[in-house]
């Protein structure tokens, strides 16, 4: 169950899905969390958004997401760069 705490991290504004960086940490709509492993792509034109994500510290949940470019989304920056691996 998240904690308040966790709750008060996301309340940060939504960010447009084309903003999505490596290291991000985005929010799905049922509350998984999903870090972006791999520089995001345009596909159809630039009106979608597709990145390789996984669980955080689980890289056997590697995949796909996509987004409409425009969509707004849930993402969490950390403070430090991610490490290289």
């Known amino acids: 169950m ?10 940060q504004p939504l960010i447009p899905a084309h903003q999505v ?3 991000d940490l ?3 709509p049922n509350g998984q969390e999903w870090e972006v492993r791999e520089l995001p792509k345009r596909r159809n034109g630039g009106q ?3 990145a390789r994500v996984q669980r955080p510290g ?3 949940t590697l995949t796909t ?3 409409p470019s425009a969509e707004m989304i ?3 920056r950390p403070t430090k760069p991610p490490a290289a691996f």
Do not use: C, F, Y
């Open 48 to 50: 979608t958004i597709e």
């Open 26 to 28: 985005a929010r799905t």
């Open 2 to 11: 998240p904690t308040l705490k966790n709750e008060r991290a996301w309340q």
């Open 65 to 67: 997401m996509s987004w």
């Open 21 to 23: 960086r490596i290291g």
């Open 74 to 76: 849930h993402v969490r």
């Open 58 to 60: 689980d890289p056997r």
